[in-house]
């Protein structure tokens, strides 16, 4: 028993075996709760119909198992006599710990519950208007991701706020101090608040998502992320990567490719003047007939007809419209309805013109002796 009673800092050797029991009691108990939690109450959560319980229990319950572990380090704690320097940062630090899970715990389940009302919501529209569901399906996601970093944001503002008001710092006090700093302040975060109010503006607004297809101002390319302040393009001219303020979206115009079904091709189809005009009526009906030969070209919009008599060729203007699966089906598109045309001009005997000129010159015979030009 001597043993026992031997003191160290303070404290005797039966005072730190104690505390450290107290300890591993309490990872004993956390490692038990979680095992519980998914051994037993996950597996009847999952046979449930509704998500909610299973929300609360992974990402409620599961980590407020570590509160647990918290309150047995303070107990441990509690039963030593420590320095009370060394006292008072170890509450500080629990204290922050517990906060840091607490929001820890708040983010986690308001990310679950938007994900659950997001996926509800899908549910219907796929039950009442299937048509609409991956048109739905990419508005609620970029809603989800919009969401989820506001809230983000917010709650770590907020816990920051919590956690420095908890260890004795005076916010009011800083706030105070700032004086005409203030103003400074301001005006360093007006640029970084307008980028993060742009890219809200993008979120809200839809134009435009990661992975889509864009033409903004001089720049024509790939989305490749929509960051907090800017914007990452991949141009694709040369496949580098440009960043964009968010703010510019606000007020400059943006082109997108992504998500359009409807394409208008427009040729102009040079024929030369030799052509007769009968032949040029056969061309323009049988161009009309290729066209409306194609299901996917909508015959309510499709002209074809003579445009113009141009300074060298006779100008017969193709203007239609199609509707296929994305822009880049477009591209391969043009290619072969002009390779149908060009093998129709070809059947017809009929070529395209170049452009051409004729120049008359006129001959005034040899120069004499007394003209400037001899030598």
Known sequence: MEFFDLRLFGNTILDYLISIGIFIFTVLMTAWANR????????WADKSE????????????????????IIGIALAKAYLNLAETLSFWIDKVLLISGFIIFFFIVIRFFQGLTEIVANEYLKRVAAKRPEELEEQTRTAERIKKQVREIANMVFAIIAILTILSNVGVDLKAIWASLGIGGIAIVVAVKEPLSNLVGRIYIFNTGIFDEGHFIIFNNWAGTVKRIAMFRTYLELFSDMTTVSIPNADFVKGVVKTYYGRKK???????????????EKIQDLIKALR?????KPEVNRDMCWVYLERLDRYSKVVRAWFQVNLPDWSSSLFYGNQVLHDIQLLFESM???????????????????????PGRA
């Open 349 to 371: 005997g009929i070529e395209f013109a170049f452009p051409t000129q004729t120049l008359n010159l006129k001959s005034e015979g040899p120069p004499s002796e007394s003209s």
């Open 36 to 43: 519980f939690l998914k051994g037993r109450v996950l597996v």
């Open 289 to 293: 007939e290729l066209l409306y030969s």
């Open 263 to 277: 394409f208008i091709y427009k040729w102009d189809l040079d024929v030369p003047y030799d052509v007769a005009p």
């Open 50 to 69: 509704t998500e909610v319980d299973d929300l609360i229990l992974t990402r409620v319950f599961a980590p407020m198992a570590y509160f647990v572990l």
